[in-house]
């Protein structure tokens, strides 16, 4: 007798391992629909938006197996569910085969792939646990308005090992807009791609008034060539594309790139609802135009272990770091390698921008950036510093005449005072490429047998001013006499040469008539500054050859030992 064919129904299915249940094969195949079961072709050719969409439909949260193959798709792919369990309905779950294998061509007007609750002003939804995952969403056709992933109103979502190119406008959009109850919460972006698409590579803005998109983390993500070159002012209006943009309360970069992207690579926008906190780590700004990174009003900055690289056209960097003119408190950089060719011109590396003044723009007391390494940096026109304060250094060290022919700056001997240390304050300015004016101040540390200079050269009967500077790259610094006196640094208020705020001046000292170092105390006249009143001068005061203690009431600095008047007697 004829034998006939088993279904599915009649196929039973054990897993391997104790306690395993029996199944059918058609219950078993169920776990996960195939775009392929609803009539997907998968050749390039066909218009598969109809299969895909009914193999989403009738997944309802289950997962949506894109196995390898071209997709067309001419109409947006929408998880857009009506129903709720609570506040949260089920999101989308799309499993493709790798980014080589499964091949999205987004031939719509729109979003490739489309997640969105169904939330209503004062009735708050979103769905919740969804993933996007080992997929290439690309574009064969001339679209408009073109998106690879929008989302809206998703929480606990998860796009990874994706490659998003070409398409027409954004490459992800994460929306919020008035009358979202609440924006996307804790959405991961991770081993993702994102090329050539001329909006934004990435938009993650809330709309005016609003921030509500909570918990952004990028990890391993490579932003590259988005963005369209636009004619705007280089401190003018924020742009309207490039690498990323992001307006919301907390967003984490972490071993991420930024790369040739035109305008800017990542934005943080001056807007009503200002951004609240981000952090970026690890991460790597290369050859994008006008700016790397522009935080114009954020609460919270934290940087650590970055990479910024400027090449020469066809992308040339006018700023690294921009923060500024909106109001940004606490911003902490830390450990930055800085590289910039020649054709960066003009180009400043970090800038704090005061916008409108003090209470409207930066606040500089609480905007720090500490360990850069100046690799390639210095060029004509190229600025390491511009409105950034840096921490104050303490002054550990005291210049004294060695000999007739030597002068010493040394450590303070432990007998001389209560805490002895070898700090001083020095300037950085040398790096592989030239010196700066512009670089930051930090603590330097003396030799215990100190720094020496010697009377060769000097005229007779002259009086030096002593400074202490950076001569070669990374070095503890090195000694000049010059006979240009000292000036406050406005900023720091340090003593520095005036003219040159690279100098710091550490004392003075005077030759005699056969151009020997003077060995009495007139000979290293350095007076200790002490205030006159609350609100006059400063007094000048110093111990003259004799022991006597004497005190300058004017407004110049002494010329003599004997200058001044005896306020207290040693003999």
């Not at 700090?423 to 101040?441: D, H, K, N, Q």
Request: some cysteine; glycine content about 10%; charged content about 15%.
């Amino acid at each position: 007798m004829p034998m006939t064919k088993p279904t599915s129904e009649q196929v039973t299915f054990l897993a391997a391992g104790s306690g395993a249940t029996q199944r059918t094969a058609l219950n078993k195949l169920r776990d996960v629909v195939s775009v392929k079961d609803f009539g997907a072709v998968g050749d390039g050719v066909a218009d598969d938006t109809a299969a895909i969409q009914a193999a989403i439909t009738a997944a309802a949260g289950k997962i949506v197996y894109v196995p390898a193959g071209t997709y067309k798709i001419t109409s947006s792919l929408q998880w857009h569910p009506s129903a709720a369990s609570g506040n949260y309905a089920k999101s989308l779950r799309l499993l493709g085969d790798g980014i080589q294998s499964t091949i999205i061509d987004n031939r719509a007007n729109g979003p490739a792939i489309s997640v969105k609750s169904a939330a209503a002003s004062g009735d708050f939804e979103a769905t919740l646990g969804g993933f996007i995952e080992g997929m290439t969403i690309t574009r064969g056709t001339s679209t408009s308005n073109g998106v690879g992933i929008f989302l809206q109103g998703a929480f606990q979502m998860v796009l990874r090992n994706l490659f998003i190119t070409s398409q027409s406008l954004h490459g992800i959009q994460i929306k919020c807009e008035f009358g979202d109850d609440d924006g996307s919460n804790m959405v991961e972006i991770e081993n993702v791609r994102v090329h050539a698409c001329p909006g934004w590579g990435i938009t993650s803005k809330a709309d005016s008034g609003f921030n509500e998109i909570s918990y952004l983390r990028l990890r391993h993500v490579f932003v590259e060539s988005c963005g369209t070159a636009e004619a705007y002012s280089a401190s003018g209006a924020v742009p309207t594309t490039g690498g990323m943009i992001w307006k919301g309360q907390v967003l984490t970069v972490e071993s991420s790139a930024f790369v040739t992207n035109e305008n800017v690579g990542l934005c943080c926008p001056t807007e009503s609802g200002a951004a609240n906190c981000a952090s970026l780590v690890d991460t790597t700004f290369e050859n994008n135009k006008l700016r790397h990174a522009w935080f114009r009003t954020l609460r919270v900055l934290r940087c650590e272990n970055i990479q910024m690289y400027s090449a020469n056209s066809p992308l040339n960097a006018t700023t690294g770091f921009q923060i500024g003119p909106g109001i940004v408190e606490a911003v902490n950089i830390n450990g930055v390698f800085v590289r910039a060719t020649s054709g960066n011109n003009p180009y400043t590396a970090f800038m704090l921008d005061p916008g409108g003044g003090i209470g409207s723009g930066p606040d500089p007391k609480s905007c720090r950036v500490i360990n850069c390494v100046w690799d390639d940096f210095d060029y004509a026109g190229q600025t390491r510093f511009s409105g950034w304060l840096f921490p104050q250094v303490d002054i550990d060290c005291t210049l004294v005449v060695s000999n007739a022919t030597t002068v010493l700056l040394r450590p303070e001997p432990a007998s001389n005072r209560i805490s002895t240390g070898n700090a001083m304050p020095l300037r950085r300015r040398v790096s592989a490429s030239g010196t700066s004016t512009s670089g930051e101040w930090i603590a330097t540390r003396i030799p215990s047998a100190g720094l020496t200079i010697s009377n060769s050269g000097l005229s007779a009967n002259t009086r030096y001013y002593c400074y202490l500077y950076e001569d070669s790259q990374n070095s503890y610094g090195a000694l000049e006499l010059s006979t240009t006196t000292w000036a406050l640094d406005s900023d720091t208020g340090y003593p520095v040469k005036t003219g040159d705020a690279t100098r710091f001046y550490v004392g003075s000292v005077e030759t005699d008539g056969s151009s020997q170092f003077k060995t009495t105390a007139g000979g290293w006249l350095n007076p200790s500054f002490v205030p006159s009143s609350q609100v006059g001068v400063f007094f000048k005061m110093w111990v003259d050859s004799t022991g006597d203690v004497r005190i300058s009431t004017s407004g110049n600095f002494p010329t003599s030992d004997t200058d001044g008047t005896v306020i207290g007697t040693q003999t």
